[in-house]
């Protein structure tokens, strides 16, 4: 059995045929959100249709189908990620060399929400106390600490400022990865501020200052 997942709610645009060219380390799970399943459905061995926001639809996937106990590290890319293999296996590679909790690749173009994520071409990796929703990477036990918050907001705005407050990050556990090639194809169409204040102050994450910790 393969120790990598990569779960993905796609739609009729997503890029993840680009994730799978060459020999994935990985196996790939898709939700697919739209009426794109006909599409997709021969794209990887487990395919399945459902409507709804990504992180709801993960947290649905991952306590109905058993892939929790199936896989020891867990990435969850936007359909707009454009990544191949080989960086895929690298995040995954990171992950278990300097046994982290959670991970995402840098973004190498400028659609970005929070600049700390972009790409520093001098480091390869930096510790931080703040992981986005676009393309996380969790550890089992990582993931099994803040599953709760999948579906703790109906956009999935605001869960990953809460990440920090149940993973401690001053134990050098969560990090941005600069030696991965990732790019984010599109800029961020939607918003969903209202519910961010509403989750942020439900939780008490409002105060989390974000931070990086030089590269090496």
């Known amino acids: 059995m393969r120790k990598y997942c ?30 794109a399943y006909e ?3 021969n794209d990887a061995p487990y395919v399945t249709k459902e409507k709804g926001f990504k992180f709801n639809l993960i ?13 020891e590290y867990f990435y969850f890319p936007d359909d707009d990620i ?8 690298k995040l995954f ?24 994520t972009m790409r520093r071409p001098a480091s ?11 393309q996380p990477c969790f550890s089992r036990e990582a993931l099994q600490r803040v599953q709760f918050t999948f579906s703790a907001s109906k956009s999935g705005w605001g869960i990953d400022f809460h990440w920090p407050k149940l993973l401690d990050p001053g ?7 600069d030696d991965i090639v990732s790019f984010h194809s ?5 918003h969903h501020d209202a519910e961010l204040a509403e989750y942020l102050k439900k939780y008490d994450c409002g105060d989390l200052s974000i931070y990086s910790i030089p590269g090496f």
């Open 59 to 71: 947290d649905k996937y991952l306590s109905s189908a058993g892939v929790l106990r199936q896989y």
């Open 124 to 134: 390869k990796l930096r510790y931080t106390n703040f992981v986005e929703i676009m």
């Open 171 to 177: 134990k050098r556990n969560m990090a941005i990865i």
């Open 93 to 116: 590679r990171y992950m278990e060399a300097y046994r982290l909790m959670l991970a995402q690749p840098a973004i190498w173009n400028y659609y970005i929400t929070h600049p700390h």
């Open 82 to 89: 454009l990544i191949d293999s080989n960086n895929i296996h």
């Open 186 to 190: 599109r800029p961020v169409r939607s």
């Open 39 to 41: 599409k997709f459905k």
């Open 6 to 35: 990569v779960i993905a709610a796609v739609g009729k645009d997503s890029l993840h045929r680009d994730w799978i060219v060459g020999s994935p380390c990985f196996d790939l799970h898709l939700i697919v959100y739209d009426e």
